[in-house]
Protein backbone atom coordinates (compact mmCIF):
# COMPACT_ATOMS: atom_id res chain seq x y z
CA UNK A 1 0.00 0.00 0.00
CA UNK A 2 1.36 3.34 -1.11
CA UNK A 3 1.17 5.89 1.38
CA UNK A 4 -0.31 8.72 -0.24
CA UNK A 5 0.07 12.35 1.80
CA UNK A 6 -3.10 13.63 3.11
CA UNK A 7 -4.44 17.33 1.89
CA UNK A 8 -3.44 20.01 3.94
CA UNK A 9 -6.83 20.64 5.64
CA UNK A 10 -6.69 16.69 6.60
CA UNK A 11 -4.98 15.64 9.75
CA UNK A 12 -5.00 12.38 11.26
CA UNK A 13 -5.85 12.71 14.93
CA UNK A 14 -6.13 10.71 17.91
CA UNK A 15 -9.67 10.07 18.71
CA UNK A 16 -10.00 6.90 21.85
CA UNK A 17 -6.56 5.93 21.30
CA UNK A 18 -7.03 5.43 17.99
CA UNK A 19 -5.30 7.47 14.89
CA UNK A 20 -8.69 8.66 12.42
CA UNK A 21 -9.00 10.93 9.81
CA UNK A 22 -10.31 14.75 10.88
CA UNK A 23 -10.99 17.92 9.15
CA UNK A 24 -11.74 21.38 10.81
CA UNK A 25 -15.12 22.62 10.50
CA UNK A 26 -18.95 22.76 12.23
CA UNK A 27 -20.09 19.34 13.60
CA UNK A 28 -22.56 18.11 11.17
CA UNK A 29 -23.52 14.65 12.42
CA UNK A 30 -22.81 14.46 16.32
CA UNK A 31 -19.08 12.80 15.51
CA UNK A 32 -16.89 13.44 18.14
CA UNK A 33 -14.33 16.40 18.10
CA UNK A 34 -10.51 16.70 19.68
CA UNK A 35 -10.30 20.84 19.52
CA UNK A 36 -11.65 22.43 16.79
CA UNK A 37 -11.25 18.94 14.32
CA UNK A 38 -14.11 16.98 13.79
CA UNK A 39 -13.73 12.60 12.92
CA UNK A 40 -13.99 12.14 9.25
CA UNK A 41 -15.19 8.34 9.70
CA UNK A 42 -14.20 6.44 6.96
CA UNK A 43 -16.66 3.98 7.79
CA UNK A 44 -19.83 6.18 7.34
CA UNK A 45 -17.94 7.82 3.81
CA UNK A 46 -16.29 6.68 0.39
CA UNK A 47 -14.07 9.28 0.33
CA UNK A 48 -13.15 8.67 3.79
CA UNK A 49 -12.34 5.34 3.47
CA UNK A 50 -10.22 5.97 -0.34
CA UNK A 51 -7.96 8.50 1.95
CA UNK A 52 -7.87 5.90 4.89
CA UNK A 53 -6.51 3.50 2.02
CA UNK A 54 -3.60 5.69 0.69
CA UNK A 55 -4.98 5.88 -2.69
CA UNK A 56 -3.87 8.32 -4.79
CA UNK A 57 -6.75 10.48 -4.74
CA UNK A 58 -4.27 13.96 -5.89
CA UNK A 59 -6.16 16.06 -3.18
CA UNK A 60 -3.47 18.31 -1.80
CA UNK A 61 -6.38 21.02 -0.49
CA UNK A 62 -8.48 24.04 -2.10
CA UNK A 63 -9.48 22.15 -5.33
CA UNK A 64 -12.74 23.24 -6.85
CA UNK A 65 -14.93 20.63 -6.53
CA UNK A 66 -18.02 18.95 -8.27
CA UNK A 67 -19.73 16.42 -5.75
CA UNK A 68 -22.30 13.84 -7.11
CA UNK A 69 -24.71 12.12 -4.80
CA UNK A 70 -24.07 14.71 -1.14
CA UNK A 71 -27.22 12.70 0.30
CA UNK A 72 -27.36 14.58 4.02
CA UNK A 73 -23.80 16.19 3.36
CA UNK A 74 -22.19 13.98 5.69
CA UNK A 75 -18.87 13.67 3.10
CA UNK A 76 -19.43 16.70 1.29
CA UNK A 77 -19.12 18.40 4.28
CA UNK A 78 -15.72 17.14 5.13
CA UNK A 79 -14.75 17.91 1.48
CA UNK A 80 -15.99 21.62 1.78
CA UNK A 81 -13.72 21.75 5.03
CA UNK A 82 -10.55 21.47 3.22
CA UNK A 83 -11.52 22.80 -0.53
CA UNK A 84 -12.14 25.43 -2.38
CA UNK A 85 -15.67 26.16 -4.35
CA UNK A 86 -17.89 22.99 -3.27
CA UNK A 87 -21.11 21.78 -5.65
CA UNK A 88 -22.88 19.30 -4.42
CA UNK A 89 -25.70 17.81 -5.90
CA UNK A 90 -28.48 15.47 -4.51
CA UNK A 91 -31.67 14.40 -5.95
CA UNK A 92 -33.33 13.05 -3.08
CA UNK A 93 -35.45 16.05 -1.40
CA UNK A 94 -35.39 15.08 1.79
CA UNK A 95 -31.28 14.76 2.86
CA UNK A 96 -31.40 18.15 0.63
CA UNK A 97 -33.03 19.36 3.56
CA UNK A 98 -30.06 18.23 5.79
CA UNK A 99 -27.78 19.07 2.92
CA UNK A 100 -29.10 23.02 3.41
CA UNK A 101 -28.19 23.07 7.17
CA UNK A 102 -24.91 21.95 6.22
CA UNK A 103 -24.37 24.54 3.66
CA UNK A 104 -25.46 26.97 6.18
CA UNK A 105 -22.52 26.63 8.30
CA UNK A 106 -20.34 26.95 5.20
CA UNK A 107 -19.22 29.36 3.26
CA UNK A 108 -18.10 27.47 -0.08
CA UNK A 109 -20.64 24.94 0.06
CA UNK A 110 -23.44 25.01 -2.40
CA UNK A 111 -26.43 22.62 -2.21
CA UNK A 112 -28.18 21.60 -5.66
CA UNK A 113 -31.32 19.71 -5.86
CA UNK A 114 -30.66 18.28 -9.15
CA UNK A 115 -30.70 15.17 -11.06
CA UNK A 116 -26.81 13.66 -11.75
CA UNK A 117 -28.11 11.79 -14.90
CA UNK A 118 -29.07 15.22 -16.51
CA UNK A 119 -25.84 17.84 -16.06
CA UNK A 120 -27.99 20.16 -18.39
CA UNK A 121 -30.36 20.70 -15.55
CA UNK A 122 -27.20 22.69 -13.72
CA UNK A 123 -24.71 23.22 -16.40
CA UNK A 124 -25.26 27.11 -15.85
CA UNK A 125 -24.75 27.15 -12.36
CA UNK A 126 -21.50 24.87 -11.79
CA UNK A 127 -18.35 26.41 -13.19
CA UNK A 128 -16.06 24.74 -16.06
CA UNK A 129 -12.53 23.31 -15.17
CA UNK A 130 -13.35 21.98 -12.14
CA UNK A 131 -10.00 20.09 -9.86
CA UNK A 132 -11.82 16.76 -8.79
CA UNK A 133 -15.08 15.28 -9.79
CA UNK A 134 -16.59 13.36 -6.61
CA UNK A 135 -19.19 10.71 -7.05
CA UNK A 136 -20.98 8.56 -4.79
CA UNK A 137 -24.18 8.22 -5.92
CA UNK A 138 -24.82 4.44 -5.38
CA UNK A 139 -27.16 4.35 -8.62
CA UNK A 140 -27.87 1.91 -11.69
CA UNK A 141 -25.93 3.71 -14.62
CA UNK A 142 -22.55 4.94 -11.60
CA UNK A 143 -20.42 4.70 -15.10
CA UNK A 144 -22.41 6.82 -17.28
CA UNK A 145 -23.38 9.49 -14.77
CA UNK A 146 -19.46 10.08 -14.44
CA UNK A 147 -18.99 10.48 -18.01
CA UNK A 148 -22.14 12.99 -18.59
CA UNK A 149 -20.12 15.20 -15.99
CA UNK A 150 -16.65 14.88 -17.55
CA UNK A 151 -17.44 18.37 -18.73
CA UNK A 152 -16.76 20.12 -15.64
CA UNK A 153 -13.34 18.64 -15.08
CA UNK A 154 -10.37 20.42 -16.03
CA UNK A 155 -7.98 18.00 -18.58
CA UNK A 156 -5.93 17.56 -15.43
CA UNK A 157 -8.32 17.50 -13.18
CA UNK A 158 -9.61 14.06 -10.62
CA UNK A 159 -12.29 12.16 -10.82
CA UNK A 160 -12.58 10.42 -7.24
CA UNK A 161 -15.65 7.98 -7.39
CA UNK A 162 -16.99 4.96 -5.61
CA UNK A 163 -18.77 1.89 -7.37
CA UNK A 164 -21.25 0.35 -5.64
CA UNK A 165 -21.83 -3.04 -6.95
CA UNK A 166 -25.26 -4.00 -5.34
CA UNK A 167 -26.19 -0.57 -7.20
CA UNK A 168 -25.90 -2.19 -10.36
CA UNK A 169 -26.64 -5.36 -10.45
CA UNK A 170 -27.29 -7.27 -7.12
CA UNK A 171 -27.18 -10.82 -8.85
CA UNK A 172 -23.76 -10.58 -10.57
CA UNK A 173 -20.52 -11.21 -8.86
CA UNK A 174 -19.23 -7.71 -7.71
CA UNK A 175 -15.90 -8.00 -9.40
CA UNK A 176 -17.54 -8.47 -12.72
CA UNK A 177 -19.21 -5.31 -12.20
CA UNK A 178 -16.54 -3.49 -11.46
CA UNK A 179 -15.03 -4.63 -14.72
CA UNK A 180 -18.04 -3.88 -16.70
CA UNK A 181 -18.21 0.07 -14.82
CA UNK A 182 -14.56 0.13 -16.01
CA UNK A 183 -14.51 -0.45 -19.15
CA UNK A 184 -17.93 2.12 -19.53
CA UNK A 185 -15.70 4.64 -17.48
CA UNK A 186 -12.60 4.39 -19.96
CA UNK A 187 -15.01 5.88 -23.42
CA UNK A 188 -14.07 9.69 -21.36
CA UNK A 189 -11.41 8.68 -18.39
CA UNK A 190 -7.93 6.71 -18.00
CA UNK A 191 -8.06 4.78 -14.90
CA UNK A 192 -5.14 5.57 -12.33
CA UNK A 193 -6.24 3.37 -9.82
CA UNK A 194 -8.52 1.25 -8.13
CA UNK A 195 -9.17 -0.63 -4.91
CA UNK A 196 -11.99 -2.38 -2.92
CA UNK A 197 -12.64 -0.52 -0.15
CA UNK A 198 -14.46 -3.63 1.57
CA UNK A 199 -12.07 -2.92 5.17
CA UNK A 200 -14.66 0.19 5.30
CA UNK A 201 -17.60 -0.77 3.06
CA UNK A 202 -18.59 -3.71 1.47
CA UNK A 203 -18.64 -4.23 -2.28
CA UNK A 204 -17.33 -1.05 -3.10
CA UNK A 205 -14.88 -0.18 -5.20
CA UNK A 206 -12.87 2.92 -5.40
CA UNK A 207 -11.72 4.63 -8.63
CA UNK A 208 -9.45 7.16 -8.99
CA UNK A 209 -9.18 8.42 -12.59
CA UNK A 210 -8.28 11.73 -14.96
CA UNK A 211 -10.20 13.06 -18.25
CA UNK A 212 -8.65 11.29 -21.06
CA UNK B 1 -23.65 31.88 -23.93
CA UNK B 2 -23.23 34.29 -20.90
CA UNK B 3 -26.98 34.90 -21.24
CA UNK B 4 -27.62 31.34 -20.10
CA UNK B 5 -25.80 31.59 -16.91
CA UNK B 6 -27.67 31.81 -13.18
CA UNK B 7 -27.15 35.28 -12.58
CA UNK B 8 -27.43 36.81 -16.65
CA UNK B 9 -30.23 40.07 -16.49
CA UNK B 10 -31.26 39.19 -12.86
CA UNK B 11 -30.92 42.16 -9.94
CA UNK B 12 -27.55 40.72 -7.47
CA UNK B 13 -29.98 41.64 -4.90
CA UNK B 14 -32.71 39.48 -5.37
CA UNK B 15 -32.15 35.82 -4.17
CA UNK B 16 -35.99 34.79 -4.99
CA UNK B 17 -35.14 35.52 -8.82
CA UNK B 18 -31.53 34.17 -8.63
CA UNK B 19 -33.04 31.17 -6.56
CA UNK B 20 -35.65 30.49 -9.58
CA UNK B 21 -32.98 30.59 -12.48
CA UNK B 22 -30.83 27.96 -10.28
CA UNK B 23 -33.86 25.72 -10.07
CA UNK B 24 -34.93 26.08 -13.74
CA UNK B 25 -32.33 27.50 -16.26
CA UNK B 26 -30.33 25.14 -18.46
CA UNK B 27 -26.90 25.89 -20.40
CA UNK B 28 -25.19 24.21 -23.10
CA UNK B 29 -21.98 23.69 -21.49
CA UNK B 30 -20.75 24.83 -17.96
CA UNK B 31 -18.30 27.99 -18.58
CA UNK B 32 -16.33 30.14 -16.26
CA UNK B 33 -18.93 31.50 -14.02
CA UNK B 34 -17.22 33.65 -11.51
CA UNK B 35 -15.29 35.43 -14.14
CA UNK B 36 -18.33 35.78 -16.21
CA UNK B 37 -20.13 37.08 -13.39
CA UNK B 38 -17.19 39.57 -12.32
CA UNK B 39 -17.17 40.92 -16.44
CA UNK B 40 -20.72 41.02 -16.59
CA UNK B 41 -20.81 43.62 -13.58
CA UNK B 42 -23.04 41.02 -11.24
CA UNK B 43 -20.73 40.73 -8.81
CA UNK B 44 -17.71 43.38 -7.71
CA UNK B 45 -15.37 39.90 -7.50
CA UNK B 46 -15.04 36.28 -7.11
CA UNK B 47 -15.62 36.43 -3.18
CA UNK B 48 -18.36 38.19 -4.27
CA UNK B 49 -19.82 36.04 -6.92
CA UNK B 50 -19.44 32.70 -4.35
CA UNK B 51 -21.09 34.90 -1.80
CA UNK B 52 -24.07 35.42 -4.00
CA UNK B 53 -24.25 32.19 -5.36
CA UNK B 54 -24.17 30.14 -2.01
CA UNK B 55 -27.39 32.62 -0.75
CA UNK B 56 -28.96 31.72 -4.31
CA UNK B 57 -28.30 28.05 -4.07
CA UNK B 58 -28.82 27.62 -0.33
CA UNK B 59 -32.69 29.14 -1.01
CA UNK B 60 -32.96 27.03 -4.42
CA UNK B 61 -32.26 24.67 -2.87
CA UNK B 62 -34.20 24.55 -0.09
CA UNK B 63 -37.74 25.92 -1.56
CA UNK B 64 -37.43 23.12 -4.17
CA UNK B 65 -36.68 20.69 -1.40
CA UNK B 66 -39.94 21.81 0.39
CA UNK B 67 -42.06 22.04 -3.02
CA UNK B 68 -40.92 17.89 -3.74
CA UNK B 69 -41.76 17.12 -0.04
CA UNK B 70 -45.26 18.69 -0.29
CA UNK B 71 -45.98 16.48 -2.96
CA UNK B 72 -45.79 13.64 -0.66
CA UNK B 73 -49.06 14.29 0.80
CA UNK B 74 -51.14 12.71 -1.54
CA UNK B 75 -48.90 9.68 -0.58
CA UNK B 76 -49.88 9.98 2.60
CA UNK B 77 -53.37 10.48 1.71
CA UNK B 78 -53.40 6.99 -0.25
CA UNK B 79 -51.49 5.18 2.84
CA UNK B 80 -54.03 6.62 5.65
CA UNK B 81 -57.10 5.35 3.58
CA UNK B 82 -55.90 2.15 2.86
CA UNK B 83 -54.63 1.93 6.87
CA UNK B 84 -58.26 2.53 7.51
CA UNK B 85 -59.26 0.05 4.77
CA UNK B 86 -56.92 -2.79 6.23
CA UNK B 87 -58.62 -1.73 9.66
CA UNK B 88 -61.88 -2.23 8.52
CA UNK B 89 -61.15 -5.46 6.88
CA UNK B 90 -59.16 -7.28 9.01
CA UNK B 91 -62.31 -6.30 11.79
CA UNK B 92 -64.84 -7.27 9.03
CA UNK B 93 -62.92 -10.94 8.62
CA UNK B 94 -62.36 -10.98 12.11
CA UNK B 95 -65.61 -10.75 13.24
CA UNK B 96 -66.51 -13.53 10.44
CA UNK B 97 -63.66 -15.58 11.11
CA UNK B 98 -64.75 -15.68 15.06
CA UNK B 99 -68.15 -17.03 14.09
CA UNK B 100 -66.83 -19.70 12.00
CA UNK B 101 -64.62 -20.96 14.40
CA UNK B 102 -66.99 -21.03 17.34
CA UNK B 103 -68.91 -23.39 15.37
CA UNK B 104 -65.44 -25.73 15.00
CA UNK B 105 -63.75 -25.14 17.91
CA UNK B 106 -64.34 -24.60 21.39
CA UNK B 107 -61.76 -21.98 23.25
CA UNK B 108 -62.20 -19.66 20.26
CA UNK B 109 -62.53 -16.35 20.67
CA UNK B 110 -62.92 -12.78 18.67
CA UNK B 111 -60.94 -10.34 16.93
CA UNK B 112 -57.74 -9.84 15.68
CA UNK B 113 -55.33 -11.63 18.67
CA UNK B 114 -57.76 -14.82 18.47
CA UNK B 115 -57.02 -14.64 14.50
CA UNK B 116 -53.67 -15.01 15.66
CA UNK B 117 -53.79 -17.71 17.53
CA UNK B 118 -56.09 -20.05 15.28
CA UNK B 119 -53.34 -18.98 12.54
CA UNK B 120 -51.07 -21.00 14.51
CA UNK B 121 -53.68 -24.54 14.74
CA UNK B 122 -52.91 -27.31 12.72
CA UNK B 123 -56.08 -27.81 10.54
CA UNK B 124 -57.65 -31.41 10.96
CA UNK B 125 -59.68 -31.51 7.76
CA UNK B 126 -60.59 -29.71 4.64
CA UNK B 127 -62.99 -27.32 6.91
CA UNK B 128 -60.91 -26.40 9.57
CA UNK B 129 -57.92 -25.67 6.31
CA UNK B 130 -60.32 -22.71 5.31
CA UNK B 131 -60.45 -21.11 9.06
CA UNK B 132 -56.83 -21.51 9.73
CA UNK B 133 -56.01 -19.83 6.20
CA UNK B 134 -58.61 -16.79 6.69
CA UNK B 135 -57.01 -16.23 10.37
CA UNK B 136 -53.37 -15.81 8.26
CA UNK B 137 -55.69 -13.85 6.12
CA UNK B 138 -56.56 -11.76 8.68
CA UNK B 139 -53.63 -12.11 10.93
CA UNK B 140 -51.54 -10.73 7.48
CA UNK B 141 -54.44 -7.52 7.03
CA UNK B 142 -53.56 -6.36 10.43
CA UNK B 143 -49.86 -6.62 10.34
CA UNK B 144 -50.45 -4.47 6.87
CA UNK B 145 -52.51 -2.24 8.71
CA UNK B 146 -49.77 -1.55 11.40
CA UNK B 147 -46.76 -1.25 8.63
CA UNK B 148 -49.37 1.58 7.21
CA UNK B 149 -49.40 3.17 10.46
CA UNK B 150 -46.01 2.84 10.86
CA UNK B 151 -45.50 4.39 7.58
CA UNK B 152 -47.95 6.85 8.43
CA UNK B 153 -46.23 8.03 11.60
CA UNK B 154 -42.93 8.45 9.69
CA UNK B 155 -44.06 10.86 7.05
CA UNK B 156 -46.70 13.03 8.85
CA UNK B 157 -43.70 15.09 10.23
CA UNK B 158 -42.03 15.73 6.80
CA UNK B 159 -45.14 16.04 5.08
CA UNK B 160 -46.72 18.80 7.46
CA UNK B 161 -44.73 18.93 10.85
CA UNK B 162 -46.48 21.80 12.63
CA UNK B 163 -49.85 19.80 12.04
CA UNK B 164 -48.41 16.23 13.35
CA UNK B 165 -46.63 18.15 15.90
CA UNK B 166 -50.33 19.20 17.27
CA UNK B 167 -52.42 16.87 16.04
CA UNK B 168 -50.10 13.39 16.17
CA UNK B 169 -49.64 11.56 12.93
CA UNK B 170 -52.63 9.73 12.20
CA UNK B 171 -54.93 12.92 12.79
CA UNK B 172 -52.79 14.96 10.37
CA UNK B 173 -52.70 12.38 7.70
CA UNK B 174 -56.76 12.00 8.37
CA UNK B 175 -57.34 15.92 7.92
CA UNK B 176 -54.92 16.03 5.29
CA UNK B 177 -56.67 13.13 3.16
CA UNK B 178 -60.35 15.01 4.15
CA UNK B 179 -59.43 18.36 2.94
CA UNK B 180 -57.97 15.80 -0.88
CA UNK B 181 -54.41 17.35 0.06
CA UNK B 182 -52.15 19.28 2.24
CA UNK B 183 -52.88 22.79 -0.10
CA UNK B 184 -56.80 22.39 0.18
CA UNK B 185 -56.30 22.11 3.52
CA UNK B 186 -54.08 25.32 3.80
CA UNK B 187 -56.80 26.92 2.23
CA UNK B 188 -59.52 25.66 4.37
CA UNK B 189 -61.36 28.04 6.81
CA UNK B 190 -61.19 26.65 10.75
CA UNK B 191 -64.77 26.56 10.74
CA UNK B 192 -64.14 23.80 8.05
CA UNK B 193 -61.35 22.46 9.72
CA UNK B 194 -63.92 21.68 13.06
CA UNK B 195 -66.32 19.91 10.89
CA UNK B 196 -63.98 17.91 8.75
CA UNK B 197 -65.04 14.12 9.02
CA UNK B 198 -68.43 15.39 10.19
CA UNK B 199 -69.79 16.04 6.91
CA UNK B 200 -73.17 13.11 7.18
CA UNK B 201 -74.04 15.24 10.60
CA UNK B 202 -73.71 18.55 8.80
CA UNK B 203 -75.71 17.57 6.25
CA UNK B 204 -78.19 16.64 8.73
CA UNK B 205 -78.03 19.99 10.23
CA UNK B 206 -78.19 21.62 6.84
CA UNK B 207 -81.33 20.01 6.04
CA UNK B 208 -82.50 20.86 9.67
CA UNK B 209 -82.60 17.59 11.05
CA UNK B 210 -80.04 17.87 13.82
CA UNK B 211 -78.12 20.38 15.83
CA UNK B 212 -75.16 21.50 14.43
CA UNK B 213 -71.63 19.33 14.69
CA UNK B 214 -69.55 21.07 17.08
CA UNK B 215 -66.36 18.20 15.91
CA UNK B 216 -65.61 16.32 13.34
CA UNK B 217 -62.42 13.75 13.31
CA UNK B 218 -60.51 16.32 15.57
CA UNK B 219 -62.65 15.48 18.59
CA UNK B 220 -60.27 12.34 19.17
CA UNK B 221 -57.79 14.76 20.11
CA UNK B 222 -56.65 15.58 23.72
CA UNK B 223 -57.51 19.03 23.87
CA UNK B 224 -61.15 18.17 23.51
CA UNK B 225 -61.56 14.60 25.19
CA UNK B 226 -59.47 15.96 27.54
CA UNK B 227 -61.91 18.79 28.52
CA UNK B 228 -65.66 18.60 30.19
CA UNK B 229 -68.23 18.32 27.79
CA UNK B 230 -70.17 21.83 28.19
CA UNK B 231 -66.25 23.51 27.22
CA UNK B 232 -65.61 21.09 24.22
CA UNK B 233 -67.17 23.62 21.66
CA UNK B 234 -64.50 26.00 22.81
CA UNK B 235 -61.95 23.61 22.74
CA UNK B 236 -62.90 22.38 19.38
CA UNK B 237 -62.86 25.74 17.69
CA UNK B 238 -59.74 26.94 19.60
CA UNK B 239 -58.04 23.38 18.19
CA UNK B 240 -59.41 24.11 14.77
CA UNK B 241 -58.03 27.50 14.90
CA UNK B 242 -54.40 26.20 15.20
CA UNK B 243 -54.55 23.88 13.30
CA UNK B 244 -55.40 25.92 10.63
CA UNK B 245 -52.53 28.63 11.36
CA UNK B 246 -50.43 25.06 11.15
CA UNK B 247 -51.61 23.68 8.01
CA UNK B 248 -51.12 27.13 6.24
CA UNK B 249 -47.43 27.19 7.73
CA UNK B 250 -46.62 23.12 6.86
CA UNK B 251 -47.96 24.15 3.27
CA UNK B 252 -46.19 27.19 3.03
CA UNK B 253 -42.76 27.36 4.46
CA UNK B 254 -42.59 24.07 6.20
CA UNK B 255 -40.48 24.94 9.19
CA UNK B 256 -41.47 24.52 12.91
CA UNK B 257 -43.17 27.31 14.73
CA UNK B 258 -42.87 26.46 18.52
CA UNK B 259 -45.15 29.47 19.66
CA UNK B 260 -48.26 28.36 18.06
CA UNK B 261 -48.12 25.48 19.85
CA UNK B 262 -47.77 27.12 23.16
CA UNK B 263 -50.48 29.37 22.19
CA UNK B 264 -52.86 26.21 22.15
CA UNK B 265 -52.03 24.75 25.58
CA UNK B 266 -52.36 28.23 27.05
CA UNK B 267 -55.86 28.16 25.26
CA UNK B 268 -57.04 24.70 26.51
CA UNK B 269 -55.50 25.74 29.61
CA UNK B 270 -58.16 28.95 30.22
CA UNK B 271 -60.52 27.05 28.77
CA UNK B 272 -60.35 23.96 31.59
CA UNK B 273 -59.48 26.77 34.57
CA UNK B 274 -63.23 27.73 33.79
CA UNK B 275 -64.39 24.16 35.20
CA UNK B 276 -61.98 25.03 38.11
CA UNK B 277 -64.07 27.97 38.90
CA UNK B 278 -67.35 26.81 38.44
CA UNK B 279 -66.33 24.38 40.82
CA UNK B 280 -65.33 26.71 43.58
C1 LIG C 1 -24.48 6.32 -0.85
S1 LIG C 1 -25.45 7.78 -0.82
C2 LIG C 1 -24.25 9.05 -0.70
C3 LIG C 1 -23.62 9.26 0.65
C4 LIG C 1 -22.76 10.49 0.69
N1 LIG C 1 -21.90 10.59 -0.47
C5 LIG C 1 -21.91 10.58 1.92
O1 LIG C 1 -20.91 9.85 1.99
O2 LIG C 1 -22.23 11.37 2.78
C6 LIG C 1 -25.96 7.94 -2.48
C7 LIG C 1 -26.76 9.18 -2.75
O3 LIG C 1 -26.84 9.40 -4.13
C8 LIG C 1 -28.09 9.93 -4.44
N2 LIG C 1 -28.36 9.73 -5.85
C9 LIG C 1 -28.65 8.57 -6.49
N3 LIG C 1 -28.84 8.80 -7.80
C10 LIG C 1 -28.67 10.13 -7.99
C11 LIG C 1 -28.76 10.96 -9.14
N4 LIG C 1 -29.04 10.46 -10.33
N5 LIG C 1 -28.55 12.28 -8.98
C12 LIG C 1 -28.24 12.78 -7.76
N6 LIG C 1 -28.14 12.04 -6.64
C13 LIG C 1 -28.36 10.72 -6.76
C14 LIG C 1 -29.02 9.19 -3.51
O4 LIG C 1 -30.23 9.89 -3.32
C15 LIG C 1 -28.18 9.08 -2.25
O5 LIG C 1 -28.45 10.16 -1.39
Known amino acids: ?212 | MTEDAWFAGVDPGDTEATASRIREGSADAPADWPAAAVDSGFAADEDKYYERLRAASIEAARTAAAEAERADDKQLMHAVRAMDDAERTANELAERLGEWAGSLFEESGMGVDAARELAQREPQDSTEERVVSLAGRVADLADERDALREYVERRAPEVAPNMAEMAGPVLTARLVSLAGGLDSLAKKPSGTVQVLGAEDALFAHLAGRASSPKHGVIYVHEAIRGTRPQDRGSAARALAGKLAIAARIDHYSGDVRPEIHDELRERIETIRARAEEDDE
Open chain 1, 1 to 212: MTQNQLPTGVERRSFDGRERLATRGKTVYGEPTDGEWRLWDAGRSKLGAMLELGMGTGLSGGESVLYLGAASGTTVSHVADFSGPTYAVEFAPRPVRDLVGVAEDRKNLFPLLKDARKPETYTHVVESDLDVLVQDVATRGQADVAVRNRQFLADDGRLLMAVKARSEDVTSDPGAVFDGVVSRLEDAYEILETERLDRFHSDHLGIVARPK
